[in-house]
C-alpha cells in the first residue's frame, strides 16, 4: 500500500489562516481547497494567503459545496467563529460528506455541556458517517495538557488558578466585538456584564476539558465578565477605528469551575486591544503540597493556536468516528515526518 500528502480544505481564510497555511505546507500537506466569503480574499491563490512566494493553484471560493464536493479531502480545518452553533451548518457540511474536520473554534474544546444537542448531533453524525470532528488550538497544550502534567507531581490539590491573554487585534472583528471593544462602560454594564443569556467564554470549556483530564466531576460554573477601559486613545486595527480614552478595549472574564472533588479551577480569560508594552500570558498556579506555580513568558497564541492544529490532524485521523475532545486523543507531538497517510485502494 503507497502513502500520499493529507489533503486539506482551509474553511475559513482570515488572519488565523495565514499561519494555519503555511504551517499545512511546511509540514507537506495538500492544500486541495480554500473556502471564504470576503470577497477581499475570494479569487486569491492560498499560497497568497499563506504570505508564500509560491502558488498552491488553489484560489479561495465562496462556494463551499463545490469545494467539498470536487477537492475530495481528508480533512478540514475550520477556522471562523468562537461558538459552536456559529460554525454548525459548516461542521455538518463536511461531516455529511464524510470529511474529517479540526477547529478552532474555542467552544469546541468541550462543547459536551454549553451546546449538548448540537455536540450531539454532530456526534451522531460524524459516527454514520465515519469521520471524526475536533476542537483545538492553545488550549490543548498550554491550558489543559501542561496543567495537567504538573498536577501529576503534586501530592495533594486544592486549587488550580490560571490567567491567560491575547490580543483581539489578532482574531478578527468579530472576536473584538464580543470582547465589547468600543463600548462605553455603561453599555458593557448593560450587556456584557450582564447578559440575558451568558455565552460560555473559551476558558468555560477548556476549564471543564481540563477536569475531565485530571478525572474531577463539575458541580457549578460561575462566570463573571469585567470590563477594560482605555486609559488613553488606543487605535485598532481591526476595528478601523482609534477607541478614545474611557471606553472598552476589552474584557476579563473570570471562570469559576468547583468539582464534587473539591478542587477549584479558576481562570481569569484577558483579550483586549494591546498596547505597546502588552504581551499574552499563561500563568498557572497549583494550590496544595507542593504549591506549584508555571509561567510561559509572552506565549505567541496565534502561532501556538496554528501549529497545534496542523501537528494534531494525524491523531484526528486516527481516531474513531465521532466528536472527540483532544484529551481523549493520541498525545500530540511534533511532526518530524512529511504528513502522510496510506493510499486506500478502491
Keep these: 500500500m503507497g502513502r500520499r500528502p493529507i489533503r486539506v480544505v482551509q474553511y475559513g481564510c482570515g488572519k488565523m489562516a495565514r499561519h494555519t497555511l503555511r504551517y499545512l505546507h511546511e509540514h507537506g500537506a495538500q492544500v486541495v481547497g ?3 466569503i470576503n470577497p477581499t480574499v475570494v479569487g486569491m491563490d ?6 508564500l512566494p509560491i502558488r498552491f493553484g488553489v484560489k479561495v471560493s465562496d462556494d463551499a459545496d463545490r469545494v467539498l464536493d470536487e477537492s475530495a479531502p481528508d480533512i478540514a480545518v475550520i ?13 455538518e457540511k463536511c461531516v455529511s460528506r464524510g470529511i474529517n474536520v479540526i ?7 468541550f462543547p459536551w455541556t454549553t451546546s449538548s444537542a448540537a455536540t450531539n448531533r454532530i456526534d451522531a453524525m460524524a459516527r454514520q458517517a465515519g469521520c471524526t470532528v475536533v476542537g483545538a488550538g492553545m488550549e490543548d497544550v498550554f491550558w489543559v ?4 502534567l504538573l498536577a501529576g507531581a503534586v501530592n495533594r490539590m486544592e486549587r488550580i488558578e490560571g490567567a491567560v491573554s491575547y490580543n483581539v487585534e489578532d482574531y478578527g472583528l468579530a472576536l473584538a466585538k464580543v470582547h465589547g471593544v468600543g463600548l462605553t462602560p455603561e453599555e458593557f454594564e448593560r450587556t456584557l456584564a ?4 451568558i455565552v460560555p467564554s473559551y476558558v468555560w470549556n477548556s476549564n471543564e476539558a481540563l477536569a475531565q483530564h485530571l478525572g474531577l466531576t463539575v458541580s457549578q460554573v460561575v462566570q463573571e465578565n469585567v470590563p477594560f477601559v482605555a486609559e488613553e486613545d488606543t487605535y485598532s486595527a481591526t476595528m478601523g477605528a482609534t477607541v478614545p480614552a474611557g471606553k472598552v478595549i476589552g474584557m476579563n472574564t473570570r471562570v469559576t469551575t468547583k468539582t464534587y472533588q473539591g478542587i477549584d479551577i479558576v481562570t481569569s480569560q484577558i483579550g483586549k486591544v494591546y498596547g505597546p508594552d502588552d504581551g499574552d500570558l499563561c500563568d498557572w498556579k497549583i494550590t496544595g503540597e507542593p504549591d506549584t506555580v508555571f509561567h510561559v513568558e509572552k506565549p505567541a497564541t496565534v502561532e501556538h493556536t496554528c501549529a497545534t492544529i496542523v501537528n494534531r ?8 468516528a465521532g466528536y472527540h475532545t483532544f484529551d ?4 500530540l507531538r511534533y511532526l518530524t515526518q512529511p504528513m502522510m497517510v496510506d493510499e486506500v485502494k478502491g
Design 79 to 91: 477556522e471562523l467563529f468562537s461558538l459552536l452553533t456559529d460554525i454548525e451548518p459548516m461542521v
Design 194 to 197: 450582564h447578559p440575558d443569556e
Design 313 to 320: 490532524i494525524p491523531t484526528v485521523l486516527d481516531a474513531p
Design 34 to 36: 480554500a473556502i471564504d
Design 145 to 148: 495538557h501542561i496543567v495537567g
Design 46 to 51: 492560498a499560497g497568497d494567503v499563506a504570505g
Design 328 to 331: 481523549e486523543l493520541e498525545p
Design 103 to 109: 477547529t478552532t473554534c474555542e467552544e469546541c474544546t
